[in-house]
Every structure is written in C-alpha cells, then in structure tokens.
C-alpha cells in the first residue's frame, strides 16, 4: 500500500522577526541580561484542500508576523522558573533571582511568558501554540496534521517544535 501525500507549507519571510531582550536561569545559574534578533519560520503540514492549497500563506504570514509584533522590542520573563520570582505591579515589573538580585522593568517594556526559560527551544514552543490556536480559530481543523515553528536566535542557531496532530 502506498504511504500517503502529504502537503506541507513553509513561511520564513524577513519580516517575521523580533528583537528582545532575555537571560536564561536555573538553580545555580544566571546569564546576563542580553538581546537577539530573533527570526520565526513556521511550516504547516496539512491534507490539500479542495481548492488546491494547504492553507493560505498570507493567513500563517499575518498570524506570525502579529506574534512578533507582540515580542519585539521587549524584555521577555518567564513566568514558570523555578528560580526566579517575578512580581508585576500597574507600572512596573520586578524579577528577583534565587541569589537576590534584582531587575526592575517598565510594564509595558515586558512580555510575560508561560514558560520555564526564556530559550529559543521554550520559545518555538510558545509561538506554535499561539499560532495553533489563532489557525483553528480562523479554518478550524481544515485537515492540519502538523505545526512546527524555528526560532533563530543568530544565523545558523535554530530551535525547532513540532506538534503533530
């Protein structure tokens, strides 16, 4: 029996970047506060539809290329560390780190992730979530088999998540 077709498209446009600021800690550990110019590719793997396509690229362009937007220019905190304590307050948010030191952040200057560790791996993870969710809001199923988002956070230094459905 032959295996079947499968249909995958892939959007890696220039625009679908963002730049911010992070640092990753564990128990025993913190690197200093520093900055990526992140790249996001997504590729969707679906059925082909009946009108020829997998899904329209400019649908996964502006769900991904809206997420960005949301990242860019921003201090990225995760909000499930088991090492740091973050506090948000109306204006400002505060991290304190297992050995006591302290950074203090505008609100607005801050994005707050539900992950453990702001690396690429954690954050591809994030983004094809949200780019799921925003999918099947917008088509529904319309036979998605797969997601998987890259985050670069330099050239040639890509984290990949694959979610298969």
């Known amino acids: 029996?032959?295996?079947?077709?499968r249909y995958s498209v892939v959007v890696a446009k220039d625009y679908l970047k963002f730049s911010a600021a992070h640092f990753i800690a564990y128990p025993g550990f913190?690197?200093?506060?520093?900055g990526h110019n992140y790249q996001v590719s997504v590729r969707v793997e679906a059925d082909l539809g009946p009108d020829g396509y997998v899904l329209d690229f400019g649908l996964v362009k502006r769900v991904a290329h809206e997420l960005c937007r949301e990242l860019d220019e921003r201090v990225l905190l995760p909000l499930e560390s088991d090492c740091l304590v973050t506090e948000r307050t109306e204006d400002a948010v505060e991290v304190v780190t297992a050995t006591g030191e302290r950074f203090r952040f505008p609100a607005g200057d801050v994005r707050l992730l539900p992950i453990a560790h702001s690396s690429a791996e954690e954050l591809a993870a994030?983004?094809?979530?949200?780019?799921?969710?925003a999918l099947h809001a917008e088509v529904g199923g319309?036979?998605?088999l797969a997601l998987e988002v890259g985050v670069a956070e330099a050239p040639g230094q890509v984290a990949y998540y694959r979610e298969a459905f």
């Not at 029996?1 to 077709?5: D, I, R, V």
């Not at 913190?30 to 520093?34: A, Q, V």
């Not at 994030?126 to 969710?133: A, E, F, K, M, S």
């Open 142 to 144: 319309r036979g998605l």
């Open 1 to 5: 029996m032959p295996s079947p077709q």
């Open 30 to 34: 913190r690197e200093p506060l520093h």
């Open 126 to 133: 994030y983004l094809l979530g949200r780019v799921r969710d």
